[in-house]
């Protein structure tokens, strides 16, 4: 019999999330995908859903759900678990999803992994692939019969078309709890930024301690401008006050799996490697040849990126100027 994943998608600009369409994606590809959307324009966004390969939707369009923090959706989601039993609860790793999960595995003891990079059905046991010091599988079950959740790291799934999709939409009538409404969201800012998206370039170039002190980061961020890319950068320069999380690439930072990846006086530790290691291609430079990121790089440059960085901006500006 089939399985039954249930994933949550989240509404940025009146569009399903990104992260959520690759869950809900994967989940088509284990079984019988369920997903669960929620807020004013939920019944616009669920019709989208057939797409990407929802058997079923349920919608619930409180607005009150874009107003306050996560306590009405775990609310929801803690109902339909008291009269449905999905196998699984496979959420992207988003701030929202992070918190409506460890609400729901402390409200009904379900188990739950975070950080999944891969996850396959053998039978009736779930495999869940985590990077943990490199690649380790953990395998997962769950004894006691009823359902687990799974965080997915983001890009680690693709976002599917699927062909004839047709999808059955159920409107939930679930009465929302006065006493979750009780912390609400009073302000949105965004930030502004240049340049295409960490998460969604197509050519990241990040830098590391190689670069020597922050003043230098700015040569990174000439040769993406040039390329028409995103700067990013390893963690231990954001830990030093050179740069914003936003812009670390690892594995408590972001997940990137762009064409081109330019690693710029990064060693290559597993835990950068983690977030970067799905490129189609990667480029290192630095001035240690016994450093690990070369094992991973499909082209070495051996030398100071102080002096090739700025050498290399200048021949890509050149070639867009022919």
């Known amino acids: 019999m089939a ?32 997903a669960i959307v929620l807020g004013a324009q939920a019944a616009e966004v669920a019709p989208m859903l057939r797409e990407y390969g929802a058997a079923k ?32 609860l496979l959420f992207p790793t988003t701030y929202d999803a992070r918190d409506i999960a460890a609400r729901l595995n402390a409200r009904h003891n379900l188990g739950l992994i975070t950080d999944a990079t891969d996850l396959q059905y053998e039978g009736d046991e779930l495999r869940v692939t985590v990077p943990w010091g490199g690649e380790n599988v953990v395998t997962a079950t769950h004894p006691h019969g009823g359902p687990g959740i799974v965080l997915a790291r983001p890009k680690a799934f693709s976002v599917e078309k ?24 009073l302000d949105r800012v965004e930030v502004a930024s240049e340049g295409p998206a960490l998460e969604e370039a197509s050519i990241v170039v990040s830098g590391g301690r190689g ?39 690892g594995q408590t930072g972001k997940t990137v799996k762009p064409t081109l990846y330019i690693a710029c006086g990064i060693s290559g530790a597993i835990q950068h490697l983690a977030g970067m ?24 440059v051996v ?7 700025p050498q290399l901006t200048a021949e890509v500006k050149k070639r867009k100027a022919q």
């Open 3 to 34: 399985k039954t994943i249930w994933t949550l998608v989240e509404i940025e600009y009146g569009r399903p999330a990104r992260s959520s369409l690759e869950v809900l994606s994967k989940a088509a590809t284990l079984g019988r995908a369920e």
């Open 57 to 88: 939707v349920y919608v619930h369009a409180d607005p009150a759900y874009d107003t306050y923090l996560t306590l009405p959706a775990v609310d929801t989601l803690s109902e339909l678990l008291k009269t449905h039993q999905p196998d699984l």
């Open 162 to 185: 699927v062909e004839g999709g047709n999808a059955e939409i159920e409107t939930l009538n679930i009465a929302l709890n006065g006493a979750s409404q009780s912390i609400k969201i």
């Open 211 to 249: 670069l020597g002190k922050a003043e230098n980061y700015k040569l990174v961020e000439e040769l993406a401008a040039a390329l028409g890319g995103a700067p990013g950068a390893t963690r231990a320069i954001v830990d030093a006050g050179w740069l914003p999380y936003s812009y670390q690439v």
């Open 277 to 300: 290691k799905g490129s189609k291609y990667i480029v290192a430079i630095n001035k240690d040849e016994h450093a690990p990121i070369f094992a991973s790089a499909d082209l070495g």
């Open 303 to 309: 030398g100071d990126v102080l002096t090739i960085l």
